[in-house]
């Protein structure tokens, strides 16, 4: 750490994360908006990552680690190949002051060798509840959720400190029983991406391309079509609301769509229920 003109502290922070762009993810994004503002503070960041091929590289201070696909785990995930780190002797020689992990899996394991190495701290960021998750790797739900907390108790004794994005995934690592601090830093919005969407010609644009009224109430959820977004229960809740003539718009797309479409088929409402498909991330201002 070293003090710049204006004597604040400049710090060497590498962030670690199994997702990175052109994956378009929550944590995806968490990452994208903290390297950036971390820049704009004048502090030094790279990022360790997963390539999206078999091969390890840099690129503007973004070191892809060689990995092999995973999609039969769960969607666009990849997995490291063994003993690929590309680039760990520049790593060592930059000397990062802080370790920042945002997942628990591939790139986990090199924070922590590196970390060990260079004697520094990791924290790490908990973006997923993986109780929600167990559908994809546990045939019952309890047997998930005890697997998740042993998991998790034994990640605590691995990190410095943990970083819940809400009060409520604190409160759940503190009923695992987590041995580390957990503090609470909510995710970051850039509110200037959406500034230029408050022009009513934004609202009248989808409207009319979706032939929506404009006395008609908007429900809008946007986001991945997932399982474990139960998004069920927005479908539920706008089949009570059908008296009141609102229209529910679904923007995003994933692996549940169809059976959300069938749900939205049994409860009747498909004449006010509209998916929109995948929205690319630029455009998505438009929708609120």
């Not at 992990?101 to 260079?118: D, N």
């Not at 005890?146 to 009060?167: D, N, T, Y």
Request: overall charge neutral; proline content about 5%; charged content about 25%.
């Amino acid at each position: 750490m070293k003090e710049n003109r204006l004597g604040r502290t400049e710090v060497k922070i590498l962030i670690t994360t199994d997702w990175y762009y052109p994956v378009v993810n929550g944590v995806v994004m968490s990452v994208l908006t903290l390297d950036r503002e971390l820049r704009k503070r004048g502090h030094e960041v790279k990022i360790l990552t997963l390539s999206g091929t078999c091969h390890s590289h840099e690129e503007n201070d973004v070191i892809y680690m060689a990995s092999v696909g995973a999609g039969c785990v769960y969607p666009q995930a990849r997995v490291k190949i063994p003993a690929a780190i590309c680039c760990k002797e520049e790593l060592l020689e930059w000397k990062p002051d802080i370790i920042h992990s945002q997942c628990e899996f591939s790139t986990f394991p090199a924070a922590r060798r590196l970390a060990a190495q260079l004697d520094v701290p990791v924290v790490h960021t908990c973006h997923t509840v993986y109780e929600e998750y167990t559908h994809y790797f546990s045939p019952r739900r309890e047997w998930g959720r005890a697997f998740v907390r042993r998991a998790m108790l034994g990640f605590s004794e691995r990190v410095s400190a943990m970083i819940a994005p809400s009060e409520k995934t604190k409160g759940l690592l503190e009923e695992y029983g987590v041995s580390c601090p957990v503090y609470v830093v909510p995710s970051g919005v850039e509110l200037s991406e959406y500034a230029r969407y408050r022009n009513p010609f934004w609202r009248e644009k989808i409207r009319a391309k979706y032939s929506i009224d404009s006395e008609t109430a908007v429900l809008l959820y946007v986001g991945r079509l997932a399982k474990e977004k139960s998004i069920e229960e927005l479908l539920y809740c706008h089949k009570k609301t059908q008296g009141k003539g609102t229209v529910l718009m679904i923007a995003g797309d994933g692996p549940h769509r169809r059976e959300l479409e069938k749900q939205v088929s049994l409860l009747g409402i498909e004449a006010s229920v509209i998916f929109t498909g995948m929205i690319p991330h630029e455009q998505i201002g438009e929708y609120y």
